[in-house]
């Protein structure tokens, strides 16, 4: 995904053509104490690239600073303060399978606070050697990872406006929430990313069940209006988002956890972490099914979701089984994050960007219904990757949006919803 | 307590100034659709980014006169409003909200990205647009005036002047409209959609007029902000504005005249000396720099928003001058 995305941004940046062709790429920027220029020197086979001279002057030729890149590919150069540089990489010290794609620097303006990415093109040979991969396929093949990705973290959101008729603007938080726990745990913890995540989801399901417990669950028995806790939820979101970025930072970090190299499928490439992704996000959502047909508590939840006072009066003990879906969608949200924070890195807002695709997915779905979500989910995904083929790359965000809305216009209650709940 | 006094004054100036003034409108906005109509428009930013780059693309970009570049803007809000109210209108509240809030950050990132570039200049934004408004102003602009305390230039107190203006004649134009037949309508549907229904009235053409009316408020709150600021960004237009706003609807109390402008202030007023306080606090080593520093200041303003909003629909969701009776907040 994210090499993907780097491709794609070189692609549209320097107008390279080739399919399969490798970028020297970076972050995206944001703001820090100090300016500076940072990127990645990779490509998609020859994975992260070591020990390549980058050299940064000022406009006028004075030398600023000269680093390697690390086993990551990483570098990062402080400059003085805003204002124009020269960023040079030595191009002979690539390898010999990559070669610049275009210049070998090139010049960029640092905003006062900013550290600026700066994005080198590379090439890894793959042109003309058959190993070239179909672009719509990769895309396909990334959308399906990112909407199963959407799916687990939506689900959660789906079943708790099922139960309880809450449009949770809080669920983007359980997100950053599980992503920064797991991180906290696994980078300054030193504790691998495995069991990081496990410890993650169970931050999760705890947050889950206290915002039950502590407070909507305290809100209905008042008998609070859905509208009033709509924007109670905004309230959290808030409160939780920005105490996120003050515990947090506004920085954006990868987890301590090896890149790996992009393995070729003959169609598409993959890394080991996305193969890993898809297979987690399909494993655990099949047991959310699984759970959700043949146990007990899944079968109250679908009734609860389906007609609550009928499920009360059937004795189903209401309360609990709400309990559980905001221990779910807790754990699942925090899954879902840590995944997102693999891929794309962990930031302070980044669940709040993906609740609006969440929103988009679970409304394609039908709000309220389980399996709708992960329809919706995958749908959104693939669609927002997909199309990045007739649109740039900063803008397909703006795609799945807008899809939401059409989708608004033609069939409100979603694919797998009922017209009756629209009202 | 020389401190606090100034800590006071600057708390003060900015319960006056652009900045009040900006979420006044766009909370003025919220409530002709929020308050009266119970309508949930998540994505009043979006229109007043569109009122603000409307001023700026115009001006900068297309070399319009001012107020060519000010009925781009108002005209760019109506049409976000029928475009949104098209298809969500007839669907319950929180389907407005979802779509609305996409809208709103849909447009933030449209406007940031490098594709539109050539018309918004990016992230960086655009400037040196309100040349033309601020030579309007009857008194030298490059001057310093202090007033209780603080320093406002001419140029500062000619926009807040002209902005609160328009925060009156606002106030004027709900109070008149909610005493006529067509504001009864509205307050209506609020109460009971389908009684109004029945009697008639077209429920649907009623919304889209509410929606439209706070759009254009929003936008002309985005154009005073554009030119207090004197420049247009697109990540200054972030969706928790919208937010703030709602705070200050709600914090002064729906669906009355005077609860917006008056929450905007107090709004503005609280997180200002918040602002101040804290920063003072941290300076003189009160609160150590480990806990809090004085680069989180300007994230604690959301926080005690968030709060804030919490606390308030929980306990007096009519905030100062409502009526609970007609702040029923409930879903349709």
Known sequence: MLLLRLFLVALFTAGIAALGAGTASAQPEETGPTEQVLGTLQTSRSGPIEGVQVTVTTADGDEVDEVETDEEGRWAVEVPGPGQYVVTIDADDLPDTVELAGEDNRTVTVDEGRRQAVIIGLEDGSRGSGGGTVRAVQLLVDGIRFGLLIAMAAVGLSLIFGTTGLT???????????????????????????????????????????????????????????????????????????????VYGGRSSPYDFPTGRAVDYGLFTLTNRSLASIIISIVVLVLVAVMLQRTKIGKAMRAVSDNRDLAASSGIDVNRVILVVWMMGGALAALGGVLLGLSDQVQWDMGFRLLLLMFAGVTLGGLGTAYGALVGSLIVGVFVQMSTLVIPNDVKYVGGLLLLIVILVIRPQGILGSRARIG | MGDLLNALAVAGKSALGFQAIFFALLAVGINVQFGYAGLLNFGQIAFALLGGFGIAISVSQWGLPFWVGVLVGLLAAVVLALLLGLPTLRLRADYLAIATIATAEGLRLLFRSVSATPVTNGTRGLSAFNGDFIGLAPWATNERYRILGTTWSGGELWVALVGWVIVVLSGLLIWALMRSPWGRVLKSIREDEDAVRSLGKNVYVYKMQALVLGGILGALGGMVYAVGTGSAVPDQYQNANTFLAYAALILGGAARVLGPVVGAMILLFILQFADTGLRLLIDNGIIPEGLLSSTDVAQIRFVLVGVGLMLLLIFRPQGIFGDRREVMLDAR
Do not use: K
């Not at chain 1, 028995?221 to 996120?244: D, N």
């Open chain 1, 168 to 246: 949770n603007f809080a669920h983007g938080e359980l997100v950053t929430i599980g992503a920064i726990a797991a991180w906290y745990v696994n980078v300054q913890g030193g504790v691998s990313l495995i069991p990081a995540t496990i410890i993650a989801m169970v931050v999760g399901a705890a947050v889950g069940a206290i915002s039950e417990l502590g407070l909507w669950r305290p809100l209905r028995r008042r008998g609070t209006g859905l509208v009033a806790a709509l924007v109670i939820s905004i309230g959290l979101s808030l409160l939780l988002r920005y105490l996120i970025q003050i």
